[in-house]
């Protein structure tokens, strides 16, 4: 089991920044990839980005290249997203998802991770 809890979602500007966290227990942290995803209203959850167990490989979506980093910090159970130069179209709930199996690196499909956190929501005005 692992409980996978989001903080830092917020209102902000186009342009703004937002760091989102995400605290994790119940197992050892660090062997699991971890993931976030968003999901806009009316649409299906997507990937975002993703960080290997060590924090030494990343994957991003295209969508966010550039503007968004992913990291972790194993001694504190934590996998953090930067988001700078903020778009509206980055409005979304946000989840972190750990992938207990790591069989696949890069993840980006859900179904590949067994455990979601209850999402943070982002809100970007134009």
């Known amino acids: 089991q692992v409980q996978l809890v989001e903080s830092g979602g917020g209102l902000v500007q186009a342009g703004g920044s937002l760091r989102l966290s995400c605290a994790a227990s119940?197992?050892?942290?660090?062997?699991?990839?971890m993931g976030w995803f968003r999901q806009a209203p009316g649409k299906e959850r997507v990937f975002v980005a993703v960080i290997n167990r060590s924090g030494g490989n990343t994957k991003y979506a295209d969508s966010v290249k550039g503007r968004f980093t992913i990291s972790r910090d194993n001694a504190k159970n934590t996998v953090s997203l930067q988001m700078n130069s903020l778009k509206p179209e980055d409005t979304a709930v946000y989840y972190c998802?750990?992938?207990?199996?790591?069989?696949?690196?890069?993840?980006?499909?859900?179904?590949?991770?067994?455990?979601w956190g209850q999402g943070t929501q982002v809100t970007v005005s134009s």
């Open positions: 998802a750990a992938d207990i199996q790591g069989g696949i690196f890069p993840a980006a499909a859900r179904a590949l991770y067994e455990y």
């Open positions: 119940g197992r050892t942290f660090s062997s699991v990839n």
